[in-house]
């Protein structure tokens, strides 16, 4: 039985890297991009793998690239396409966030994901994975405290649009997720964290593997959890 394949958008460090990383060790084909040609710690794992993850560059925000990505591919099957993004500018309260902050974040963060999800999705087997890297901060219901207006906005904006991509191919049998890692130490996290990446990732690949197959759209932490829009 030949192994399964999966395509992570964003796999250069951190939530991204820790995910083609434990794709390979579960057996798994990766390919993982990152920006730009310099060289990150996707290439290590790549010169380490025999040939299980391999590299491809791509700068979401640029439409182009994302066609180029399409043809490059367009003779591979994905079992898993998975998009992670998220970038913040800082905690400031949205009547100081100047337009270009704005326009970046939600470019990053909701419009990008989208326009690969949506230009990558003939390339996913029927029965196969949509990913999205979501977060906590995405969720109407959760939001009690206020902060990162920018950044929570954004991720309730890409939550958003999978329900109105979701939608639109309800015919389709992908399964359709939006995936909150938890509070994780990372450049965004922050160092007070409570969850390492160890202790994120394999939770968040074993509930993807968990729904796998199962048609539509689910908002669900690294734990499995449903989280509330």
């Not at 270009?100 to 087997?125: D, H, I, K, Q, W």
């Not at 991509?165 to 509070?183: E, Q, S, V, W």
């Not at 074993?206 to 932490?221: C, F, K, Q, W």
Request: net charge neutral; aromatic share 4%.
């Amino acid at each position: 039985m030949s192994a399964k394949t999966a395509l992570i958008v964003g796999a250069s460090r951190t939530l991204g890297l820790a995910l083609a990383t434990e794709y390979a060790h579960r057996g798994w084909n990766v390919i993982g991009t990152v920006r730009g040609d310099r060289r990150t710690g996707l290439h290590d794992l790549a010169e380490a793998s025999g040939g299980r993850v391999t590299v491809e560059s791509l700068d979401m925000t640029e439409p182009e690239q994302i066609a180029a990505l399409r043809e490059r591919l367009a003779e591979r099957t994905l079992d898993l396409l998975f998009v992670n993004a998220g970038i913040t500018r800082g905690n400031i309260p949205i009547g100081d966030v100047p337009t270009e902050m704005f326009v970046e974040v939600m470019v990053t963060n909701a419009l990008s994901p989208m326009r690969v999800v949506e230009s990558l999705r003939s390339l996913v087997a029927p029965t196969g994975t949509i990913g999205v890297m979501s977060s906590r901060q995405g969720s109407v219901g959760f939001n009690t405290r206020g902060g990162q207006d920018v950044y929570r906005a954004s991720k309730s904006a890409l939550n958003q649009l999978m329900r109105s991509y979701a939608a639109r191919y309800a015919d389709a049998a992908h399964t359709l997720l939006l995936m909150c890692p938890g509070h994780v130490r990372t450049e965004l996290g922050g160092p007070d964290a409570p969850l390492t990446i160890d202790q994120s990732i394999p939770g968040v690949v074993d509930t993807i593997d968990r729904h796998s197959g199962e048609p539509g759209l689910r908002y669900l932490n690294y734990q499995g959890q449903t989280v509330p829009w």
